[in-house]
């Protein structure tokens, strides 16, 4: 397991493109069917596909600070999520595999096959990234390197529970509760619902552009929030399932970049490099002064964060 703390190599990326109120300027959107959904895409940039995968409650927006900076370097691919944002939002089905993080994954696969890119990178954040952790047990041939913002793995996460965590993180066992018991609560006041859940503590909401919160309200649909619980009751479920089937008989075979806040419920409650450890033994990471939405609450980090790693360096760990 490598920690470095220094970055290999001279090269400095170019500088961050300051984010104005267009979000992902520059982008082209598409939307493209996978064999499970039908997927929103944003697309911009040259160089080597760099998949970038969002999480809950967000869209494919969130990525809107460092997206167009990575651009100059990479074939950026942001989609939306099946179930979230504009991407359609399948049936979960009896046992809600259709939200399963592997079926997120093979939407992904196949979009990145429909793009020409049998190979690449994948960055996520939240759901994002575990999205990303089952991409890369179920195709280890086709990731490149890979990041995760702000998690640790689902199976340790549910095998260490502890009443810190538990409260920070309600919304795990309330979003899976039985249908509709947590649909009909939360679209009450989907407004309310949407600023309180992205309202983390001792962060505030300032880390969001107005643009960013008012895309993210806009799609909090009732769907969307169908789909978000499907996603939850799935986690539970089938993904703790296939996790523990999984541990111990598979481990990710590319490099491997764990950051996280020092501010969120991952940084307070866990020990990340220890809980990755099991899973990638090619990995290295470090904590940054953050809350739970590193990308955009402090872009000027992970942006040369992600620029060195996916360019085959090891990223610096920002001064604390």
């Known amino acids: 397991m490598s920690t470095q703390t220094t970055q290999s190599g001279t090269n400095s990326p170019p500088p961050l493109i300051p984010h104005g109120p267009t979000l992902m300027e520059g982008f082209r959107r598409e939307r493209i069917r996978t064999s499970g959904a039908e997927i929103n895409v944003a697309i911009a940039g040259r160089g080597p596909p760099l998949l970038l995968l969002h999480g809950n409650p967000l869209t494919l927006v969130s990525w809107h600070k460092i997206a167009p900076s990575l651009a100059r370097s990479f ?27 592997r079926a997120m994954s093979e939407d992904n696969v196949e979009l990145m096959s ?16 575990r999205v990303a952790f089952r991409m ?5 041939d086709r990731i490149e390197r890979m990041a995760a913002l702000d998690i640790v793995p689902t199976h340790h996460v549910l095998s260490n529970v502890s009443l810190g965590w538990g409260l920070e993180s309600y919304h795990w066992f309330f979003m899976a509760q039985k249908y509709p018991f947590p649909e009909k609560l939360l ?65 990710i075979a590319c490099p491997t970049l764990v950051i996280w806040g020092a501010n969120s419920h991952c940084g307070r409650h866990f020990k990340p490099l220890e809980a990755w450890a099991p899973w990638a033994p090619d990995l290295r990471g470090f904590d940054v002064p953050t809350g739970h939405y590193p990308a955009e609450h402090r872009p000027d980090l992970i942006y040369p964060a992600f620029w060195t790693f996916f360019r085959g360096g090891e990223p610096v760990r920002p001064a604390q």
Do not use: W
């Not at 950026?76 to 009896?94: E, I, W």
């Not at 890369?136 to 280890?140: I, R, V």
């Not at 799609?219 to 978000?228: G, M, R």
């Open 136 to 140: 890369a047990l179920d195709h280890p």
């Open 114 to 129: 429909s793009l020409g890119f049998e190979r690449f990178s994948v960055a996520g954040h939240d759901r994002g990234a």
């Open 187 to 251: 679209t009450a006041d989907l407004d309310y619902y949407m600023r309180y859940k992205l309202n983390k503590k001792d962060v505030g909401l300032e880390i969001f552009t107005p643009e960013a919160i008012a895309e993210y309200i806009r799609c909090a649909t009732p769907e969307q929030i169908h789909a978000v619980c499907e996603d939850y009751r799935a986690t539970v479920t089938i993904d703790f399932e296939m996790d523990t089937a999984d541990f111990g008989q598979k481990q």
């Open 75 to 101: 074939t950026v691919v942001a989609p939306d999520l099946r179930g979230y944002g504009d991407s359609s939002k399948p049936d979960g089905g009896p046992d809600h595999a259709a939200y399963s993080f």
